[in-house]
């Protein structure tokens, strides 16, 4: 069994929702996303099947869309009207769950703490575990009753190009990338036309995918903590989480959190801002 596995800050297992699924406070929502490789529909497999009283979480349109980047973090204003409109407000404990397993969930979870909001969990396993697990699962929507929702945009969380450049150049934080080794490395093509290959100079690789079990759910603390240090991550100094677009640097995030390391932010842009702008920097191999 797992190091304090239900925490409803940071990540709750199958059971502990089955157990409190029907509170009356309790907000689901489904993240699910998927890049164009994985030949997924979240939409459509939402409509078809979810855990009941789960609402759709579309990242892509609660976003900035503004930006030419993709998934950008939402004005404020939009974040709390979107919440609204799926009756998530104050009060309500939120548990966010992917079709992935812990995949997009996590982007979620600190977009919620990006807006002030603390009491938001991610589904340890997702809705891959809570299927395999024989548990209810229904294709009916569910009845939305509007609720404020006070938001306290919490601005250290998150991270700009400027800043991240200027955190790679001082070396005065860890930044830590969460995507494939060879993407890292420069060794494979990135899956966004026009962006270079290769990472932030300094930067330490931890691939999403070794922070999580064979089964999809996120290792105990204990195991993270062993993970990231072998890696090179050095844990004393603040961290910096990348990825490709800003979804699995997340699971990153929330990784940090669970060994209790609080000074964490996540660059918003990722690769898709840095490997764009061929006055940056890059690495390749294991500079």
């Known amino acids: 069994m797992k190091d304090h596995i239900d925490d409803p800050k940071t990540l709750v297992s199958t059971e502990w929702l089955a157990t409190h699924l029907r509170g009356p406070d309790l907000r689901i929502l489904d993240a ?23 609402r759709f979480c579309d990242i892509d349109e609660i976003s900035d ?23 998530v407000g104050d009060g309500h404990q939120v548990v966010v769950y992917d079709g992935a397993g812990l995949f997009s969930a996590a982007r979620v979870w600190w977009l919620f703490k990006l807006m002030g909001q603390t009491n938001v969990a991610v589904l340890d396993g997702g809705f891959p575990k809570w299927v395999a697990e024989g548990r209810p699962t229904s294709d009916q929507s569910p009845v939305i009753r509007d609720r404020h929702m006070t938001v306290t945009r919490n601005n250290g969380l998150v991270r700009d190009v400027t800043e991240v450049a200027r955190a790679a150049k001082l070396g005065d934080h860890t930044i830590i990338d969460a995507r494939s080794s060879d993407r890292f490395d420069g060794t494979a093509p990135e899956p966004r036309d026009g962006m270079r290959s290769g ?6 690789n931890v691939f999403f995918r070794d922070v999580l079990a064979s089964d999809g759910t996120m290792l105990s603390p204990d195991d993270l903590k062993k993970v ?3 890696r090179g991550v050095d844990l004393s100094k603040p961290t910096i ?19 209790g390391k609080t000074d964490h932010s996540l660059y918003d842009g990722s690769w898709s ?10 690495a390749t191999g294991n500079d």
Do not use: Q
Not at 199 to 204: N, T, Y
């Open 228 to 230: 990231f240090e072998s």
């Open 241 to 259: 989480t990348t990825c490709g677009s800003g979804v699995t640097a997340a699971v990153l995030s929330l990784a940090l959190e669970r060994i």
């Open 65 to 87: 869309l503004r930006s030419e980047l993709p998934h950008m973090v939402p004005p404020v204003e939009k974040f709390m009207s979107r919440m609204r409109a799926m009756g």
């Open 32 to 54: 699910s996303w998927y890049l164009p490789d994985m030949n997924r529909d979240a939409k459509a497999e939402f409509a078809e099947s979810h855990i009941p009283d789960a």
């Open 273 to 282: 801002e840095w490997g764009m702008y061929h006055d940056l920097p890059i």
């Open 199 to 204: 990472h932030i100079p300094g930067s330490k």
